[in-house]
Nanobody, 125 residues
Framework: QVQLVESGGGLVQAGGSLRLSCAVS????????MGWFRQTSEKEREFVAA????????DYKDSVKGRFTISRANARNTVYLQMNNLKPEDTAVYYC??????????????????WGKGTQVTVSS
């Protein structure tokens, strides 16, 4: 079956860094654009970043541009989210998701067919 497993979350001080990973199995990874979303108890799930199948196209939420970098390793069936200069408002559960669309990049959760269970990121001030 299809599995997306996130890892790398944790507790970090403001200004610190974390690298999230998402290992994908059960699908042909290179056939899917990939995205990262986040959600808190107060907010709906929101788009953070997305990357095309080949990795040549990337898109970001405005508030994370210049701080977060999405990348992928198709040989390892893994997508990453490098998060630098973290802020308390980045605190959320982070989810990776797989988008079967041929175009990139989608910010709507409705585009994404498969989801991981999430990893908690907490940024203290």
């Amino acid at each position: 079956q299809v599995q997306l497993v996130e890892s790398g979350g944790g507790l970090v001080q403001a200004g610190g860094s974390l690298r999230l990973s998402c290992a994908v199995s059960g699908v042909t990874f290179r056939s899917y654009a990939m995205g990262w979303f986040r959600q808190t108890s107060e907010k709906e799930r929101e788009f953070v970043a997305a990357i095309s199948r080949s990795g040549d196209i990337k898109d970001y939420k405005d508030s994370v541009k210049g701080r977060f970098t999405i990348s992928r390793a198709n040989a390892r069936n893994t997508v990453y989210l490098q998060m630098n200069n973290l802020k308390p408002e980045d605190t959320a559960v982070y989810y990776c998701a797989a988008d079967p669309s041929s175009s990139c990049c989608g910010s709507s959760p409705n585009r994404y067919a498969y989801w991981g269970k999430g990893t908690q990121v907490t940024v203290s001030s």
